[in-house]
């Protein structure tokens, strides 16, 4: 779980995810449209992300992929990023977190 949350930390928008997942590409496409360039992990090509998507799960991230850390805080899945961005919040969270600058 540390290896997870040093990683979520480690910039300023981190995305979790899988190559085969087009939940996960789509909220990356998403996160890039705002002008955020988040770092994104793949869980299924990464040599430790077995480890990691079990940390995921003990974060309580269900299903593990997609899972969105904005500001070195962990924000949840695609369905927290996806209520987010119907309620116009996503480029406020990004702006607080030097993601994107307007």
């Not at 040093?6 to 002008?35: M, N, P, Q, W, Y």
Request: charged share 20%; net charge positive.
């Amino acid at each position: 779980m540390d290896m997870v949350m040093k990683l979520g930390a480690s910039s300023a928008v981190v995305i979790f995810a899988k190559s085969s997942c087009c939940t996960s590409h789509t909220i990356e496409t998403l996160i890039r449209s705002f002008g955020a360039n988040p770092i994104v992990y793949e869980l299924d090509t990464h040599p430790n992300g077995k480890q990691m998507e079990k940390a995921l799960i003990e974060l309580g991230c269900q299903p593990s992929v997609p899972a969105i850390f904005i500001g070195k805080e962990l924000v949840g899945g695609a369905n927290e990023i996806m209520s987010l961005n119907v309620r116009g919040k996503i480029k406020q969270l990004l702006i607080r977190a030097h993601a994107i600058w307007v």
